[in-house]
C-alpha cells in the first residue's frame, strides 16, 4: 500500500529525505535558471502542472490538449491565478522556448500548444527526483520501472496534478511556508534555508543554521536586496525565522512551527507522488527504512 502522510511525518529518514530533495531542486535551479524559475514560486509550479495535464489529458475530461484558452480557465476554476496571469505564464512559456505551437495550428485562437523536448526533460527531473527519493526510504523499484515504461511520466502526470490542485496540505501548509511560496524566487530562498538544516529536534523551539550570507542569497537566486529583506523581515515579524544577534546579524534560525510547515508540504506531495506511482506502476517493494 503507498505510503501515509503519518508514515513520514514520524520518519527521521524521510525528514533527512526531504532535506536532499531540497538541495536536488537547487541543483536544477543551477543546472537551468530560466526553466527552474518556473519551480522558484507554487503559482507558476502549479501553472505549469495545469499546463502538462491539459497536454497529456485530464482525468474524466474526453480529449487532451494544450490551448490558451482552455489553460486560463482551468487556471482560473483551480483558483491558481487570474486570468491575466494565466495568459502571461503561456506567453512567457512560449517566448523561452517551453511551449510550441503545434504545425497546422496557425489561429491564434485555437492554436494548439505543446510542451518542448527541453521542457519536459526538466519537468520528468522533478518526477525522477521524487521517485528516486521513494525508492531510497523503501527500495521500492519506481524509478527503474518509470525509465522502462516511455508512456510513464504521460501517465502519471495529470493524476499528480490533479491530485496536488486538490490536496489543501500541498498548496496551504502554513502561514510561513505560503509566504516564501507565492514570493518572487520565495520557493528556493526556502529550500535553500532548509537544505541548511543539519538536525532537528522537535522539541527544541530553534533551528540553527549557522552564519547565512544574504548576498550569496541575493546572487545566487538573482533576488534584489529589497525584497529578500522584505521577506525576511515578515517571516521575523511572524517568529518563522530569527539571529542570534540583530537583524541580519549572528547565526540564523528557523522556528520549529516553519521545519514543521515545510515537513508536512513534503509529506503530502510525496505521498500523492507515491500513491499515484502505485496505481501507474504497481505496488512498491519493501517498506520504509527506519534510521532512528
Known amino acids: 500500500m503507498p505510503h501515509k502522510v503519518e508514515d513520514f511525518l514520524e520518519s527521521d529518514a524521510f ?11 537547487l541543483a536544477i535551479y543551477h543546472e537551468s535558471p530560466r526553466i527552474a524559475s518556473i519551480f522558484a514560486a ?13 497536454h497529456f489529458g485530464v482525468p474524466g475530461e474526453q480529449k487532451p490538449g494544450l490551448y490558451s484558452g482552455r489553460f486560463i ?13 494565466a495568459a502571461a505564464f503561456i506567453q512567457e512559456m512560449i517566448a523561452y522556448r517551453f511551449l510550441r505551437v503545434v504545425e497546422g495550428t496557425a489561429d491564434k485562437r485555437t492554436r494548439l500548444l505543446e510542451p518542448t523536448d527541453t521542457a519536459q ?21 519506481r524509478y527503474d520501472r518509470a525509465v522502462a515504461d516511455p508512456a510513464a511520466f504521460s501517465r502519471m502526470q495529470p493524476l499528480i496534478a490533479t491530485r496536488i ?15 516564501f511560496n507565492w514570493a518572487n524566487s520565495g520557493g528556493l530562498v526556502m529550500d535553500y534555508l532548509m537544505s541548511r538544516i543539519t538536525e532537528f529536534d522537535k522539541s527544541t523551539e ?55 510547515e515545510y515537513w508536512g508540504y513534503q509529506a503530502a ?9 502505485e496505481e501507474v506502476l504497481g505496488p512498491a517493494i519493501g517498506k520504509i527504512a527506519s534510521r532512528r
Open 15 to 25: 525528514f533527512a529525505a526531504m532535506l536532499h530533495c531540497a538541495g536536488e531542486m
Open 42 to 54: 507554487q503559482q507558476r509550479w502549479l501553472m505549469a502542472h495545469a499546463g502538462f495535464a491539459l
Open 73 to 85: 480557465t482551468f487556471v482560473v476554476e483551480n483558483k491558481i491565478a487570474s486570468r491575466n496571469t
Open 121 to 141: 526533460e526538466h519537468f520528468f527531473k522533478w518526477l525522477a527526483t521524487h521517485l528516486l527519493i521513494l525508492d531510497h526510504l523503501d527500495s521500492g523499484g
Open 165 to 179: 490542485l486538490g490536496s489543501d496540505a500541498v498548496r496551504n501548509p502554513g502561514a510561513t511556508y505560503n509566504l
Open 206 to 260: 530553534q533551528v540553527n543554521l549557522g552564519k547565512v550570507s544574504l548576498k550569496e542569497i541575493r546572487d545566487r537566486f538573482m533576488i534584489s536586496n529589497t525584497h529578500l529583506k522584505r521577506l525576511f523581515t515578515q517571516a521575523a515579524e511572524m517568529g518563522s525565522i530569527g539571529w542570534t544577534e540583530a537583524s541580519f546579524k549572528g547565526d540564523m534560525w528557523l522556528s520549529r512551527k516553519f521545519v514543521l
Open 269 to 277: 506531495k510525496f505521498v500523492v507522488v507515491d500513491g499515484v506511482a
